[in-house]
T-cell receptor, first 114, second 112 residues
Framework: DAGVIQSPRHEVTEMGQEVTLRCKPISGHNSLFWYRQTMMRGLELLIYFNNNVPIDDSGMPEDRFSAKMPNASFSTLKIQPSEPRDSAVYFC????????????FGPGTRLTVL | QQQVKQSPQSLIVQKGGISIINCAYENTAFDYFPWYQQFPGKGPALLIAIRPDVSEKKEGRFTISFNKSAKQFSLHIMDSQPGDSATYFCAARDNYGQNFVFGPGTRLSVLP
């Protein structure tokens, strides 16, 4: 079975540019989570969706960040405009009703904003 | 109150030794406590988890000890191996939501 798929795996961009990170959750899972990981702040939940509906976006740092889940198999996290302090590893995770106690993480996208 | 505290920040253990990582929480609504293991360049993966109705859970060399009254739980890795070298996160989830609150992580190095 394919796990959570994220793309790109690495992204290098310049300050001010728009960045879009993509995630495909595990088929059948109905909850999707976006996390950001840095050395300073650890693993932070940015937003999570349940049945494609955003449930809690209190972790989204500011209006420059937005996330969508147009269908059950795809989600995006967009940063516009990007800033150097956004440099981090962004993880997508999913969980299902049958396995709601476990979140399955993707491999992450390492974002570097110059 | 949503915070999960974790210590130590880093840990170095000799092969064959016992690794112990401690976590503490405040929110009494938390009802599920997983531990995640993360290798460099990978996403975290579930290692072992416990509910507060038991005081201990063991899976192979990994044991969670849970103290409900003290609101503390810990991970013990027996006979630590170099392959256990990774970052370990404790986490907690309350019975109202699906999102986890993660501790800051412990970087474990097991020396050969």
């Amino acid at each position: 079975d394919a796990g959570v798929i994220q793309s790109p795996r690495h992204e290098v961009t310049e300050m001010g540019q728009e960045v879009t990170l993509r995630c495909k959750p595990i088929s059948g899972h109905n909850s999707l989570f976006w996390y950001r990981q840095t050395m300073m702040r650890g693993l932070e939940l940015l937003i999570y969706f349940n049945n494609n509906v955003p449930i809690d976006d209190s972790g989204m740092p500011e209006d420059r960040f937005s996330a969508k889940m147009p269908n059950a198999s795809f989600s995006t996290l967009k940063i516009q405009p990007s800033e150097p302090r956004d440099s981090a590893v962004y993880f997508c995770a999913s969980s299902g009703q049958a396995s709601y106690n476990e979140q399955f993480f993707g491999p992450g996208t390492r974002l570097t904003v110059l | 109150q949503q915070q999960v505290k974790q210590s130590p920040q880093s840990l170095i253990v000799q092969k064959g030794g016992i690794s112990i990582i401690n976590c503490a929480y405040e929110n009494t609504a938390f009802d599920y406590f997983p531990w995640y293991q993360q290798f460099p360049g990978k996403g975290p993966a579930l290692l072992i988890a416990i509910r507060p109705d038991v005081s201990e859970k063991k899976e192979g060399r990994f044991t969670i000890s849970f103290n409900k009254s003290a609101k503390q739980f810990s991970l013990h890795i027996m006979d630590s191996q170099p392959g256990d070298s990774a970052t370990y996160f404790c986490a907690a989830r309350d019975n109202y939501g699906q999102n986890f609150v993660f501790g800051p992580g412990t970087r474990l190095s097991v020396l050969p």
